[in-house]
């Protein structure tokens, strides 16, 4: 599933389909995506990861659920250290992965 997701792709989600994601970063078992927050300031991104293994998305598992995902860069750092295994999808906070659509 995740070679039919490229960085740039906008992506729906079940329930959420007026609000689609942004794919900003891919590796081969995670993706990072962002949208705008909802009743945020424009440029204030929500985010969420994508876990193809586990067939989940949510936020990580840091204290907060935080990480910056104002840059490319730090969305690719993301996917990084979820690679690693030190970084992994909040278990709290995740739900079924819902796709609904990857336009292309």
Same mark, same amino acid.
């Given at each position: 599933?995740?070679? @039919?997701?490229?960085?740039?792709?906008?992506?729906?989600?079940?329930?959420?389909?007026?609000?689609?994601?942004?794919?900003?970063?891919?590796?081969?078992?995670?993706?990072? #995506? /962002?949208? *705008?927050?909802?009743?945020?300031?424009?440029?204030?991104?929500?985010?969420?990861?994508?876990?193809?293994?586990? %067939?989940?998305?949510?936020?990580?598992? #840091?204290?907060? *659920?935080?990480?910056?995902? /104002?840059?490319?860069? %730090?969305? @690719? @750092? #993301?996917?990084?250290?979820?690679?690693?295994?030190? !970084?992994?999808?909040?278990?709290?906070?995740?739900?079924?992965?819902? !796709? *609904?659509?990857?336009? *292309?």
């Amino acid at each position: 599933m995740n070679a @039919e997701m490229a960085i740039g792709d906008k992506v729906t989600f079940i329930g959420e389909p007026r609000r689609p994601y942004t794919v900003r970063a891919t590796s081969p078992h995670y993706a990072v #995506l /962002t949208r *705008q927050a909802d009743f945020k300031p424009k440029g204030t991104d929500f985010y969420c990861i994508v876990d193809w293994r586990k %067939s989940v998305r949510g936020p990580c598992n #840091l204290i907060g *659920q935080g990480w910056d995902t /104002t840059t490319d860069e %730090s969305c @690719e @750092e #993301l996917c990084s250290e979820l690679e690693a295994g030190r !970084i992994e999808v909040s278990h709290r906070n995740r739900v079924p992965l819902d !796709i *609904q659509e990857v336009p *292309q």
